[in-house]
């Protein structure tokens, strides 16, 4: 195979990388160890060495060894970013468990499958977030049900009324600074965070290793629920290491933690690489561009790992003036193309390149990431370290040339083993390529004479709302649960801001004509589904178009939405 991007290879770096062969929490056990005093976590104000993670990290696993988790048991984790979300997953990590990361924006509805899919018997959620797990777990058989609720508050972690906990915005307060009650579970127990990690409990051993598994992310697709992507210790480990690596990261480095470490990307390109070189994390819980560049200049930030959106956002703050960008060393992330005006902006002004990169949930976050030294805007970038990356004819699965548009696949150690429970659709993921074991990403792309990958379109349906990616075969699963709805189809629709967003032609039951308005259906999803899923607009329709199969023709009504 012909590498012409090996030309715009870091010089300093190796083509690919040997991983530690040790678990995830061997990282955290030894930056505490080389570092015990060193700012892990800074959350409005209030630092957590290393020492001290570790610390919490070890008494919340040996409460979860002495609530039944074993080995190989999966754990839910429901929490915006926060220093407990870090505990609770490394805490998983070390009670020889698996994290099961959720987004936090999901409703009881939603949460359901979550439950009972990885068959999760114990739950770690904040107490804005504990009550819709309780309502999901009530309504859920009581074999399914969990056993156990953690919930821990915000301010468990913090003192909303210290001097040095800089901007909360009044948006947050509601949620971020009351003590909410703790919501009885149908078949179990709630226990506060205080009470959990407050032990003397014995610690399990280390049991893990590389090929065990770790984290059970999910994604959605073009049919079903949700499925979990079986990540063992070695994939994650592989790419915190490289992300390293690639970015020039060293323990000094100071990361701004904004993109929900729910997701992937948080996971392992902030989480574990920070943690594995020790470096610190300054957290946001959500987004609010005047907190971030409030952070970003008291704190020195070196690194942001973002989405453009949130760059677009900082840059028309009317406070922008005052903010010092100077200490950022790093700015990248991926989810949608950064406008090239922007990425102009930033680096005219600040002699920061924007360094674009692409990746699944299946990958590891990156598969693909453009060279520090040799960035090309609106580019996904070159086959990250060790990753062999092609394009091939999605039908004749033979590899296409340079130019020519195909699917992307991608084989590396990154990538992983495939879904959870779900063998028929791990096989149709996979293919095998000149003797080796591709994965096929449903993306579209090309490759230019450099070798640098260019996303072109998607073999899936797939809608990308400001980097959240909407699956609209799990949205009309929901909608169809709406007694007034007969059929729905949801395609994307262009907004000037998010770039996409989710819209809904819906053909409404007889008896409901006339009685059922838009705004009705927009606030029913609004409370059944993740407020990024809910259709912005809302479209009623007599009939959808069919196949003569009868299958709905969703690509009829995407092409003929008014395109930008």
Not at 140 to 156: K, S
Not at 506 to 517: D, E, H, I, K, Y
Request: charged content about 20%; proline content about 8%; hydrophobic content about 45%.
């Amino acid at each position: 195979m012909d590498r012409p991007h090996y030309k715009f290879w870091p010089k300093r770096l190796p083509h690919a990388l040997t991983p530690p062969a040790t678990s995830l929490w061997d990282n955290l056990e030894i930056s505490a160890r080389r570092y015990p005093h060193k700012p892990a976590i800074v959350f409005f104000g209030r630092t957590t060495s290393y020492a001290e993670l570790q610390e919490q990290a070890e008494r919340l696993a040996a409460r979860l060894f002495a609530l039944g988790v074993r080995k190989g048991d999966r754990v839910l984790l429901d929490m915006q970013n926060c220093p407990q979300l870090v505990i609770a997953h490394f805490a998983i990590l070390r009670a020889n468990a698996v994290v099961v990361p959720v987004n936090p924006m999901n409703r009881a509805e939603e949460l359901k499958h979550y439950i009972t899919d990885p068959d999760a018997k114990v739950a770690i959620t904040t107490g804005d977030l504990a009550g819709e797990i309780a309502k999901a777990d009530a309504q859920l058989a009581p074999a399914d049900r969990l056993a156990h609720l953690i919930v821990t508050q915000f301010t468990d972690a913090f003192d909303p009324d210290a001097p040095d906990t800089g901007p909360i915005p009044a948006a947050w307060r509601d949620w971020l600074l009351p003590r909410h009650a703790l919501p009885p579970l149908a078949s179990g127990e709630t226990m506060a965070w205080a009470v959990a990690i407050d032990n003397a409990l014995p610690l399990p051993p280390l049991e893990v290793g590389p090929e065990d598994l770790a984290a059970l992310p999910y994604t959605s697709g073009t049919t079903g629920l949700p499925k979990g992507c079986m990540h063992p210790h070695r994939s994650l480990m592989h790419n915190a290491v490289a992300g390293n690596v690639w970015g020039n990261g060293t323990p000094e480095t100071v990361t701004l933690a904004v993109v929900p470490m729910f997701h992937i990307t948080g996971m392992v390109s902030m989480m574990h690489s920070s943690i594995y070189t020790a470096a610190t994390l300054v957290m946001m819980p959500r987004w609010d561009r005047d907190v971030a560049g409030w952070l970003i200049s008291n704190w020195k930030v070196t690194s942001w790992t973002n989405i453009p959106t949130m760059v677009i956002d900082l840059l028309a703050s009317p406070s922008f003036a005052s903010f010092d960008l100077s200490s950022l060393v790093h700015i990248g992330g991926g989810g949608a193309a950064m406008p090239q005006a922007v990425a102009q902006r930033l680096y005219e002004h600040y002699g920061l390149n924007y360094i674009e990169g692409y990746g699944l949930t299946e990958t590891a976050a990156p598969s693909h990431s453009n060279p520090p030294d040799a960035p090309k805007q609106q580019c996904l970038g070159i086959p990250f370290m060790s990753c062999d990356a092609r394009v091939i004819d999605p039908d004749t699965l033979l590899e296409v040339p340079s130019g020519q548009q195909g699917e992307i696949i991608v084989h590396g150690p990154m990538v992983f083993n495939g879904y959870w429970k779900r063998p028929e659709a791990t096989a149709a993921a996979f293919i095998e390529f000149e003797g080796r074991r591709f994965f096929r990403t449903g993306d579209l792309g090309r490759t230019d004479e450099d070798g640098y990958f260019f996303i072109t379109d998607r073999l899936k349906r797939m809608i990308n709302a400001s980097g959240f990616k909407v699956w609209p075969a799990e949205v009309e699963a929901l909608m169809f649960r709406h007694p007034a709805i007969q059929e729905a189809c949801v395609i994307a629709a262009h907004d000037a801001y998010r770039g996409e967003t989710v819209k809904a032609v819906v053909v409404l039951r007889p008896q409901f004509r006339g009685q059922v308005r838009e705004e009705d259906i927009i606030a029913w999803c609004r409370e059944n589904m993740a407020v990024y899923k809910v259709p912005r607009i809302v479209q009623f329709a007599e009939a959808l178009p069919k196949s003569g199969s009868g299958k709905v023709m969703w690509r009829t009504l995407q092409e003929a939405e008014p395109r930008a």
